[in-house]
């Protein structure tokens, strides 16, 4: 079954079973299912364990799904990975940069596995490297950038092939402030050109402000799926929440993503009030 | 012209190295090229001046053209099996680079080709070499440089997949060591580089057949020195050969993909 082609990515009853060393089974998702259009920011959220890797693997056709399909432009991932793949830029959350080339010749060598003309992936990367500040690195060897520079080229490198469906997962872990509202931009640009975006994170703050729904996921599940606002609202009855910043000190403020996050997810962490 | 997308995906990955290569090639000059130069120097001049002649098959050949002959099957084998266990194992699980590439449009099988194939192609490389000053000494009739090749080309496959599933079933870079010793160098000293297997007691003449080198050795001899021509060579190197990329991509692909 082939999906309707206007939907960028799919994700039909998704599921994933490890089978342990131990002998048993673990379910590291189970039964996803969501659809991005093109142009949307897509978050994934949800603690340490609770399947967002796992699924990005499988949604990247890295893995193969124990149950259900992924669809990315009409293509079936795992049944048609080199067709589906044309259209996917995936930066993961390990750093996976090629160290045998050199920052601009890194990018260049990853748009050949995408096809790409060497001239015309030479102007991309020029272009891409100018966005993401490391115009000054062209010729540095990818082992003398920091964490930070790393982080920055991988998703440039995501960039590379001008994907329909980008998947970062969790792109901004480690980035000083400035440098991840530049990442922000830069898929804000992504999103004008059409591109939807799935995004896992940790930071509940940068979810709501550039994501236009979120997933809540827990042992692989999601819990549920909605605008950051409507979410908050659905989630947290009250207008005014209390939390207590400091031993004997609590601030009142207004309710936000973070505080669904953890009545979803079954943490509370001194938030009262939800 | 344009190359079905399953070939250009292993072509895109050999090219990758290839590039790599070509990028630091006197660090390649030395570490492919230098060691079996060394072997041919010491073992051919240095031991061959002492031991003289040696018969084997009913034939009499020097001592410089049987270890010349040898080496070449020892460079297919270190060359081979080093690539593929230590270069492998620095790939997948240093640099990640096989994850990188398998999530785009090549996928991941396509990826393990690549590296068999640039890892046979630079043990054959290295290989030729060899069989090259061997010519150029006169040990080798010229022939033997084009009649070697396919032999070299599929013996370096068979230790680059042995070497890439050594990397595939070890936890850490040193458990390499194990293969490497408890393989490797024994197939080294008694698949008859340095001497004739026949020289060696019977039983231990079966053990050396049943490993693949006493085999590559065989046919390295056959096309280069012209000795008789063993039929059980060809059909214990196919069922290594067969066996061993059928382990090495099955061994990769489940240590990668849950």
Known sequence: ?274 | MRLPDRFWGVWCVWRRYFAVFVKSLPYYLVTTFLEPLLYLVSFGLGVGSLVGNVHTQGTELTYRSFIFSGVIAQTVLFQGFYEGAFGAFVRMYYQRIFQAIAITPITLTEVLWGELLWDASKATVAAEVVALIGVLTGDFPPAALLTLLPVAFLSSLLFSAMGLAAAAYSRSIDELSYPQYLLVFPMFLFCGVFYPIDALPGALQSVAWFFPLTSVNSLVRTLTLGLPFQIQSIAILSAWLLALVAVAQRSMVRRLVR
């Not at chain 1, 969501?34 to 142009?39: H, N, T, Y």
């Not at chain 1, 993961?92 to 748009?111: G, I, P, W, Y």
């Not at chain 1, 400091?246 to 009545?263: C, F, H, M, S, T």
Request: with cysteine; aromatic share 6%.
């Open chain 1, 1 to 274: 079954m082939e999906s309707r082609p206007l939907v960028p990515l799919r994700v039909v009853h998704l599921s994933k079973r490890y089978r342990l060393r131990s002998g048993g089974f673990v379910d590291a998702v189970s039964d996803i299912s969501f659809d991005i259009p093109a142009g949307e920011c897509f978050g994934l959220l949800g603690p340490n364990g609770a399947g967002k890797s796992t699924a990005i693997q499988c949604i990247s056709g890295f893995y193969p799904a124990t149950q259900g399909e992924v669809f990315i432009n009409g293509h079936d991932v795992h049944l048609h990975p080199k067709r589906a793949r044309r259209f996917l830029g995936v930066c993961s959350q390990e750093e996976t940069l090629d160290s045998d080339f050199n920052v601009l010749d890194q990018l260049v060598r990853h748009a050949t596995y995408f096809r790409i003309p060497t001239r015309v992936a030479r102007a991309r990367a020029g272009e891409l490297l100018e966005r993401f500040g490391l115009s000054d690195k062209v010729r540095d060897p990818v082992e003398s950038l920091s964490g930070g520079l790393k982080r920055r080229l991988q998703v440039a490198r995501a960039l590379i092939s001008d994907p329909r469906v980008l998947v970062l997962d969790e792109p901004t872990t480690g980035l000083d402030p400035d440098v991840r509202r530049m990442l922000w931009e830069v898929l804000a640009e992504a999103r004008a050109r059409g591109a939807a975006i799935l995004l896992s994170t940790h930071y509940m703050e940068e979810a709501e402000r550039i994501c236009d729904r979120v997933a809540v996921l827990a042992n692989g599940r999601i819990l549920d799926i909605d605008s950051p606002q409507r979410l908050i609202a659905t989630h947290i009855a009250r207008t005014v929440v209390e939390e207590e910043v400091r031993p004997g000190v609590i601030w009142k403020r207004a309710p936000n993503l973070e505080d669904v996050y953890l009545k979803l997810t079954g943490s509370r962490l001194g938030v009262e009030g939800l």
